[in-house]
Nanobody
């Protein structure tokens, strides 16, 4: 299972970014997928997940109302639309996949390499 993130970068506070996670059709049609993030010196934390059917979405409290997780089957790609970004959103963002949705990093079997998001104040 290969997961390839893209879309990170440097943005000012209040700005927006959209992260992408590309994978194969086989993975996309069989696995629940999620976004996690890890800031320097901190543990990896859950951001949002999405079931393999496209439903069963859930967000961390820090992401509610600002981030939107979605999927586009035609491109086998998972997205994370991030609005109203804050400096505390600065982290490496990872895409992950497993058979069913979960909230904890250790529950996920497959990971991408991560993409850096930096929000300046």
């Amino acid at each position: 299972v290969q997961l390839v993130e893209s879309g990170g970068g440097l943005v000012q506070a209040g700005g927006s970014l959209t992260l992408s996670c590309a994978t194969s059709e086989r993975t996309f049609s069989r696995y629940a997928m999620a976004w996690f993030r890890q800031a320097p010196g901190k543990e990896r934390e859950f951001v949002a997940h999405l079931g393999w059917t496209g439903g069963n979405t859930r967000y961390a409290d820090s992401a509610k109302g600002r981030f939107t997780i979605s999927r586009y089957s035609a491109k086998n790609t998972l997205y994370l639309q991030m609005n109203s970004l804050k400096p505390e959103d600065t982290a490496i963002y990872y895409c992950a996949a497993r058979a069913s949705v979960g909230l904890r990093p250790y529950e996920y079997d497959y990971w991408g390499q991560g993409t850096q998001v930096t929000v300046s104040s």
